[in-house]
């Protein structure tokens, strides 16, 4: 009677690593095949998904430009713009024939590319690269990395690294340093620090990159986090810190969600603060939520009970009622998970 033999952890390993080089080969080939290639991100799109979809995009094009390729995407901040082929982003849907190629990037789910699903849907082929773990995987071929730092880190293992060009680099740099907080979150690993070095030797400018879109702050920017401080309040015997920004409070000072960037990550920092919370208000009634934490709660958990999603220490959804019933919602699930911390041995 023939026994089959168990691997050994090297060749369980060998065994893994040839099978990714093969997914690796087939991505690179599909794109050589496809005439016509799309790329989408997330709505709302933020510095991992913009610097995701235009360092693919200027990958494609400067290895092979006779190929028609689009990045479908929601407008993208003004601090983004820098980064090259950025005016090319298609901002609305168009009646176009079907793309060969359809690439995801950055989506938890197919729906979150929202108005330009319908390409995904009816491309030849499609695949999703991404690096939420609540990704179970979509399209024809799919490279879901929970243990990623970003999806441009992806990417940077899928490209091969003498065919990525200065531009390609510093759309994939500014995705990581947005989604690690300039290589401070605990998803920064040795490999992301491997990969960032990579780019830098293509001449990034990490200076520049960093202080302009991570650290730079307009006038406005600066009142509206000065008074989400001032505004914000502290629950669960200082544990749990909210603020709310009304859509008043937004017209006012004439900015958007995406200026609200930086917010959160202070509130966050508060001493004592295991979880914070920053809501601001999209229309009457309806709430854009966003949570971070530090070492005991996972708000992730809470985002995807209330249908949203996100990371074990960034998640966010958007919730729908009276502003002090949602913060009550979210504060009674924080405060669970802190009991259960707590009683820990």
Known sequence: MFVKRALSAAEEKKAADTLNQDRVHTFRRMIVRAGRIGISGHERPDGDCIGSCLGLFNYIKDNYPDKQVEVNLQPIPDKFLFLKNSDRICSEPREIPPYDLYIALDCSEPERMGEFYGYFEQAGETICIDHHFTNEGFGDLAFIEPEASSTCEILVGLMEESRISQACAEALYTGIVHDTGVFKHTNTSRRTLEMAGLLLDKGVNTEMIIDETFFKKTYLQNQILGRALIESILLLDGR??????????????????????????????????????LMHEIERGTYKVSMRSKDKVDVSEIALSFGGGGHKKAAGCTMYGAKRDIIMNIAEQVELQLSGKDEEP
């Open 240 to 277: 749990m810190i909210f603020s709310v920004i009304s859509r008043k409070d937004m017209d006012f000072y004439g900015i958007d969600s995406a200026d609200l960037d930086g917010i959160i990550d202070q509130l966050r920092v508060t001493e004592k603060v295991e979880c914070a919370l």
